[in-house]
Nanobody, 123 residues
Framework: QVQLVESGGGSVQPGGSLKLSCVLS????????ITWLRQAPGKNREGIACIGTGGRSTAPNLVHRLVLFRDSAKNSVYLTMDNVGPEDAAIYFCAASTDCGLQFTAQHDYDYWGQGTQVTVSS
């Protein structure tokens, strides 16, 4: 059974950076498209970045601040984000599917989900 576990959330100062990890077990991260989504209080869930078997995509509003990379040896996908602001406070999830598609945000759009990791932005 494939499982995803996120880590790295916590409190980040405005203007700081964050690094989130998504570790996949029960399968290979190379065979899935791994998408990072986030949901802020009172807002819809949004897909922010994806790395798949054939490419990657990043939400246009984050492309200059966000980097996504995959470490096959650690079966993990990492997200780093610079210049964090209050708008980045959210629960961040990673999810696995067959293809990238940031417009897909529903539970049933993905085969597997992590439990989420909370990011708060505070000075």
């Amino acid at each position: 059974q494939v499982q995803l576990v996120e880590s790295g959330g916590g409190s980040v100062q405005p203007g700081g950076s964050l690094k989130l990890s998504c570790v996949l077990s029960g399968g290979s991260v190379d065979y899935y498209a791994i998408t990072w989504l986030r949901q802020a209080p009172g807002k819809n869930r949004e897909g922010i970045a994806c790395i798949g078997t054939g490419g990657r995509s990043t939400a246009p509003n984050l492309v200059h601040r966000l980097v996504l990379f995959r470490d096959s040896a650690k079966n993990s996908v990492y997200l780093t984000m610079d210049n964090v602001g209050p708008e980045d406070a959210a629960i961040y999830f990673c999810a696995a599917s067959t293809d990238c598609g940031l417009q897909f945000t529903a539970q049933h759009d993905y085969d597997y989900w992590g439990q989420g990791t909370q990011v708060t932005v505070s000075s």
